[in-house]
Every structure is written in structure tokens, then in C-alpha cells.
């Protein structure tokens, strides 16, 4: 067994788009502006915001993060779901099958993401970001699963952790909202990643 301090990643909810979905919410052709680098190499939070319409509720300015994706997606928390009135899976994409129906609307129109692989909403599956290299120091390969223990007055454990490797990562933990409540933890704190 092998433990690693890694960085906490709280994310918020947010919108990842493809290029179709960009020219119609924001007009053809239209390019998103780079508000903030995120931590990961070649992410960033955009200026644009959309608005996002569930059964029950909507939810203002929510931000589109960069870079492009192949299918839209709309990242949620359990609890912001149960607001929209939305009874959303965890899932790892927009591509995932188990992505729900979801409407978004822009300054220039609005797009229906019909889910089911096709772009959607979801809860994301808590999951570990990496290198090749870090990977294969920990004998680790993408879609693998790890433990990683919170420690402090909120201590847990959380199991079932995603391995998610790319050649740009960094090792870094995604949590949700209702995550880091729970936990107490911030952007930036360590964490212990416990590898069997």
C-alpha cells in the first residue's frame, strides 16, 4: 500500500460545451474569453455564464469552463440537483449513457441536451487526476480505483476514487460541493491518496 499527499479541486457546478453548442448559445463562430488558468494545464474558467433550466427551477450564471469538449455536459452537485428537480446519476461525461436531459440558454439561443451519451447533466464521479508517469510510479491505469482519506475535525474516508490519466495532468482530487461540505475541505488542501 503506498500513500500520496495530492491537491483538493472543489468543483463547482459548471458547463463544459462542444463547438456546435457554442454557436448557438453565443452566436457562430464564437470563441470563449479565458477568465482564470484552472490547475490543471490548458483548463480554464471562461467569462461566459448560462443559464440552467430544470423541471422544478433554474439556475443563473453558471460558468463555462474550457477547453472544448466532444459532447456538452452540465456538472452538478446531488443538492443542486434536487433543487432543479432533476434526478441526475453519477456519471464520468456527456458522453456517458447515464447523462440526463437538460436545457441551457445563452445570450443568442438555447440548446436541449438530450442525454443518454448525447450531452447532459450529471453528478461527476469523484475521481483523481494524473500523469502517465505518476500512474505508472503507483502501478496505476485509467478507470482504476483508489481510497483517499480526508483528515481533520470532519475526517472520512472516500472509496471508489476514479483514476483519470492524461499526458498534461497533475495530481489533483475532484470533489463536489456537497463533498467538500461534508469533509471540510478547500481548493488547495492536501489530502492522502491511498493506493492498494
Known sequence: MKEIKIPVG??????????????VLFGQGYEL????????????????????????????EVRVLGPLRPKSQVELSQTEAIFLGLDLELAESGADPLSKPILLVGPKGQVQLPGSGGGGAYIARRHVHMNQSQADDLGLKEGDRVDVRVDGPRALTL????VRIRPEWRYEIHLDTDESNASGVRNGDMVTMIVP
Open 10 to 23: 472543489v468543483s463547482g457546478r459548471h458547463v463544459h460545451l462542444c463547438r456546435a453548442d457554442i454557436d
Open 33 to 60: 474569453k479565458v477568465l482564470k488558468d484552472l490547475y490543471q494545464p490548458g483548463y480554464f474558467a471562461a467569462h461566459e455564464r448560462l443559464l440552467v433550466v430544470g423541471r422544478k427551477r433554474c439556475l443563473e
Open 159 to 162: 472509496h471508489g476514487v476514479v
